[in-house]
C-alpha cells in the first residue's frame, strides 16, 4: 500500500478545538477517518514550528489519500499537506528508467 507524509497546520476554530479535546483525541479521530477510506495510521507526532502535526499514513491509492486531504482541509479547521513516500525499492526502479527531457534554453 503506497505511504505518505502529511503535514498539517490547525487554524481557527481548529486551534480552539484542539485544546478542548486534546491530542489524544485529534490523532483517534485522525485515524477513524484514515481507517473510512481504507487507511492506516503508521505515525503521527506533535510538533513546533510552521507545521502542528507530521506523521505517516498507508492508503489503498492516492484517490483515496487525496479524498481525505480533501475532506480534511475542505473544514478550515486544518490545512493538510500530503507526499507521497517512495521506497528504496521504487527509486531503484526509476533510476533504471530513461525518460526524454530537454532543458529549458538547451
Same mark, same amino acid.
Given at each position: 500500500?503506497? #505511504?505518505?507524509?502529511?503535514?498539517? %497546520?490547525?487554524?481557527?476554530?481548529?486551534? #480552539?478545538?484542539?485544546?478542548?479535546?486534546?491530542? %489524544?483525541?485529534?490523532?483517534?479521530? &485522525?485515524?477513524?477517518?484514515? /481507517?473510512?477510506?481504507?487507511? %492506516?495510521?503508521? $505515525? &503521527?507526532?506533535?510538533?513546533?514550528?510552521?507545521?502542528?502535526?507530521?506523521?505517516?499514513?498507508?492508503?489503498?491509492? =492516492?484517490? $483515496?489519500?487525496?479524498?481525505?486531504?480533501?475532506?480534511?482541509? $475542505? %473544514?478550515? /479547521?486544518?490545512?493538510?499537506?500530503?507526499?507521497?513516500?517512495?521506497?528504496?525499492? =521504487?527509486?531503484?526502479?526509476?533510476?533504471?528508467?530513461?525518460?526524454s527531457y530537454r532543458a529549458p534554453g538547451q
Open positions: 500500500m503506497p #505511504k505518505y507524509l502529511f503535514e498539517a %497546520t490547525y487554524a481557527g476554530q481548529g486551534i #480552539k478545538g484542539l485544546m478542548q479535546e486534546g491530542g %489524544t483525541k485529534r490523532r483517534e479521530t &485522525f485515524r477513524e477517518a484514515l /481507517s473510512s477510506v481504507g487507511g %492506516t495510521l503508521e $505515525s &503521527f507526532y506533535y510538533a513546533f514550528g510552521y507545521y502542528d502535526v507530521l506523521g505517516v499514513f498507508e492508503a489503498p491509492d =492516492d484517490a $483515496s489519500a487525496a479524498a481525505l486531504s480533501l475532506l480534511i482541509n $475542505s %473544514t478550515g /479547521s486544518v490545512n493538510v499537506r500530503l507526499k507521497p513516500l517512495l521506497s528504496v525499492e =521504487d527509486l531503484d526502479e526509476a533510476s533504471k528508467k530513461s525518460p
